[in-house]
């Protein structure tokens, strides 16, 4: 039973990762076209792409990797996020921001190592 209970587990992560993933394509579709993030469509779009970001990160439990994205947007933003914190949006010179981009993931990635060794 324990193995049907994975799978299904697993299989509900899969779903809500990919509409989390159609929910940020709706977004950078939405900002393309040039509305303001006061707009109630990009309003709605960002709420439901944050709850659905907490679930994923409440649901991914202790077995789960580390995921975090980096996404860059058509506006040129560049936003790091990981499941269960909020979007780092990284604000650099376009010289530094990859580099500014690797420290946030390195910094997650940190956090998350620190959690895992705090469990008992």
Do not use: N
Request: charged share 40%; glycine share 6%; proline share 5%.
């Amino acid at each position: 039973m324990s193995e049907l209970r994975e799978e299904v587990r697993l299989g509900t992560l899969r779903r809500m990762r990919q509409a989390l993933a159609e929910t940020e394509d709706r977004l950078a579709r939405l900002r393309d076209d040039g509305r303001s993030p006061d707009d109630r469509e990009v309003r709605e779009a960002e709420a439901y792409r944050d709850a659905l970001g907490r679930d994923i990160g409440e649901a991914a439990g202790p077995q789960e990797d580390l995921v975090v994205t980096v996404t860059l947007r058509a506006d040129g933003e560049l936003v790091v996020s990981s499941p269960g914190t909020p979007p780092h949006r990284i604000v650099a010179i376009r010289a530094k921001r990859a580099r500014a981009a690797g420290q946030r993931v390195a910094e997650l990635v940190e956090e998350a190592l620190a959690a895992r060794e705090r469990r008992p």
